[in-house]
């Protein structure tokens, strides 16, 4: 079982704190709900892994922030033809670490590129990662073009848009004209 990792996020950021390690995504259930894995993949853990980097750090202003850097792939299932690929997961996030009541300030006066959170006294890193990948994700993965295999051959006769209506037209009952 992976050992979950709990900072204080203020007192981290300000005395530069460093984590690193690697985790398994099956320790993610928002996540795996997402992926193209085997069920199977799901109860053996072995749905892959992600390594991680955190650390804390002053932004240009002075305030405390967390920088976060994941690596890995996960296997997602392509929006076009309900096959899986793999998807890479390479991404740095700056987390600017706000008190509850200035979260609003924060966002309207920082930059675009650094997104403000709530410091906790006992931040779930396993979760801050999560967060993190799940809105990296693509709101519909899908293959690049080209890459897609379709999911069912069709022959020559339900090619028609209307081959279909053909087979109600003999069914008891039915008279279509």
Do not use: Y
Request: glycine share 8%.
């Amino acid at each position: 079982m992976f050992a979950r990792h709990f900072i204080d996020s203020l007192d981290f950021a300000h005395n530069g704190g460093e984590l690193h390690g690697v985790a398994p995504l099956s320790e993610m259930p928002r996540l795996l709900d997402l992926l193209a894995i085997p069920e199977t993949a799901h109860e053996s853990g072995s749905s892959g892994e992600i390594s991680f980097f955190v650390s804390g750090l002053p932004n240009v202003n002075g305030k405390p922030m967390l920088e976060v850097t994941v690596n890995g792939a996960c296997q997602l299932r392509c929006q076009r033809c309900l096959g899986s690929f793999t998807h890479p997961i390479n991404l740095v996030s700056r987390l600017l670490l706000a008190r509850a009541g200035e979260i609003d300030e924060f966002s309207v006066e920082e930059d675009d590129e650094v997104d403000s959170i709530v410091a906790e006294k006992r931040l779930d890193v396993l979760n801050m990662i999560e967060e993190e990948i799940l809105l990296s994700l693509p709101f519909a993965p899908k293959h690049p073009l080209g890459d897609c295999k379709p999911a069912v051959e069709l022959t020559q006769a339900s090619k028609h848009p209307f081959a279909a209506l053909e087979g109600l037209k003999n069914l008891s009952g039915f008279k279509i004209k």
